[in-house]
C-alpha cells in the first residue's frame, strides 16, 4: 500500500503511519535500525528502496527516504509518501520530498522520524558528500554507506573515500568484492605457503570494486599491485606458482587455476546493490581493513 500525503508537516505522517499500524493489526513492530536514504535524484529512487526492502526482510528497519525536491520554491513544503506491505519489505517506508528552503534543512525533517533505541544507518546510493560524517545527515548515522559505482569518475569517488574517511564509512564497491577476498586468501593459505610477490587487477576502468580490491592487495602483500583494463581477473604471484582468478565480465561462474593444479570452478555472480546494502548492514562498528584498503589504492601502479 501506498500513500501519499502532499503539502504536509512531520506530525500528520506520524499519525498516519500510527493509523495504518493499527488498520493493519500491527500495534508494535520490531525494528533494528533506522536506515535513512538520500538519493540526488528522482532516477535512482526506485532502486534504491528496491535494495532497501530486500535487505530489511534480514534486517527489520524503518526506511526514511529524504529527496531534494524543488529548491526553488517560493514557499517551503513537505510531500510525503508512505509505503506499508508489501512495498514497503518487512517495516516501513516513508519518502519525504523537500521544497523550497526545506531542501536545506533535511535533519531537521527526519529527526522526528527516527526510531527511539535504535542506531541509524545513512546510505547514498549515488553522488555522497566529501565527508559523509560531517554532512548533516551523516552525524545523525553511526554507519554510513556510499557507493562509488554510479558516480560519472568512479575511480575519483572511491580514491577520494579516504580523505573523507571516518570510523563507520564504507562503500557499496567494499561488499561487491567480499567473495573475490574470501577466494583469494583461501588460494594463499594453501601449500606452498610462499608470501605474494605482486599482483595483478584486471577488468573494466569504471569498475571501483577492482580498484579497492587492488587497494586491499597493496595493503597486504610486500610486493607491486598493477591495475589495468582488460578481462576480469585478479593474479597473485609466488615463487613457486601463480594464483589466477578470473570470470567473464557477464559470467556467474569463476575460474580459479594454480600453477601445475586442476582448475576450480567456482560460483561468482557479480553482487547486486541489494546484497551489498544487506552485507552492510550486519556490521555497524568500523571497518578497519576497509580503511586499510582505501589507504592501500595510492600504492597500486595503474598502466
Known amino acids: 500500500m501506498i500513500v501519499n500525503l502532499p503539502d504536509t508537516t512531520t506530525n500528520d505522517i506520524n499519525k498516519k503511519i500510527t493509523g495504518l499500524r493499527e488498520e493493519g493489526g500491527a500495534i508494535t513492530l520490531s525494528r533494528v535500525l533506522t536506515l535513512v536514504i538520500v538519493p540526488?535524484?528522482?532516477?535512482?529512487?526506485?532502486?534504491?528502496?528496491?535494495?532497501?526492502?530486500?535487505?530489511?526482510?534480514?534486517?527489520?528497519?524503518?526506511?526514511?527516504?529524504?529527496?531534494?525536491g524543488d529548491r526553488g520554491a517560493a514557499q517551503p513544503r513537505l510531500d510525503g509518501e508512505i509505503r506499508v506491505g508489501a512495498d514497503a519489505g518487512a517495516g516501513e517506508i516513508v519518502v519525504l520530498r523537500l521544497h523550497g528552503e526545506l531542501a536545506d534543512h533535511?535533519?531537521?525533517?527526519?529527526?522526528?522520524?527516527?526510531?527511539?533505541?535504535?542506531?541509524?544507518?545513512?546510505?547514498?546510493?549515488?553522488?555522497?558528500?566529501?565527508?559523509?560524517a560531517q554532512d548533516p545527515l551523516g552525524r545523525l548515522a553511526i554507519r554510513r554507506i556510499t557507493?562509488?559505482?554510479?558516480?560519472?569518475?568512479?575511480?575519483?569517488?572511491?580514491?577520494?573515500?579516504?580523505?573523507?574517511?571516518?570510523?563507520?564509512?564504507?562503500?557499496?564497491?567494499?561488499?561487491?568484492?567480499?567473495?573475490?577476498?574470501?577466494?583469494l586468501a583461501a588460494a594463499v593459505e594453501m601449500e606452498p605457503h610462499e608470501p605474494v610477490t605482486s599482483a595483478l587487477v584486471s577488468g573494466l576502468k569504471t569498475e571501483p570494486a577492482l580498484d579497492i580490491l587492488a587497494g586491499w592487495l597493496a595493503s597486504r602483500i610486500d610486493g607491486p599491485v598493477q591495475r589495468v583494463t582488460g578481462e576480469l581477473k585478479v593474479e597473485l604471484v609466488r615463487d613457486g606458482e601463480t594464483i589466477t582468478l578470473r570470470r567473464p565480465q557477464d559470467?556467474?561462474?569463476a575460474t580459479l587455476s594454480r600453477t601445475s593444479r586442476p582448475e576450480a570452478r567456482?560460483?561468482?555472480?557479480?553482487?547486486?546493490a541489494?546484497?551489498?546494502l544487506a552485507e552492510d548492514l550486519r556490521r555497524l562498528d568500523p571497518d578497519e581493513i576497509y580503511h586499510e584498503a582505501l589507504q592501500g589504492i595510492g600504492k597500486v601502479q595503474y598502466t
Open 147 to 183: 557507493d562509488a559505482t554510479g558516480c560519472p569518475d568512479p575511480l575519483a569517488a572511491i580514491k577520494g573515500r579516504l580523505d573523507g574517511y571516518s570510523d563507520g564509512d564504507t562503500d557499496l564497491a567494499w561488499s561487491r568484492v567480499t567473495y573475490w577476498r574470501a577466494l
Open 251 to 253: 559470467g556467474v561462474t
Open 106 to 132: 533535511a535533519e531537521s525533517v527526519v529527526l522526528p522520524f527516527l526510531l527511539p533505541d535504535t542506531p541509524v544507518v545513512a546510505w547514498w546510493p549515488a553522488a555522497a558528500p566529501p565527508v559523509p
Open 266 to 272: 567456482i560460483p561468482l555472480a557479480r553482487r547486486e
Open 274 to 276: 541489494k546484497e551489498c
Open 40 to 68: 540526488d535524484t528522482e532516477s535512482c529512487l526506485e532502486g534504491a528502496i528496491e535494495a532497501a526492502n530486500y535487505a530489511s526482510r534480514e534486517h527489520p528497519s524503518r526506511v526514511i527516504v529524504v529527496v531534494a
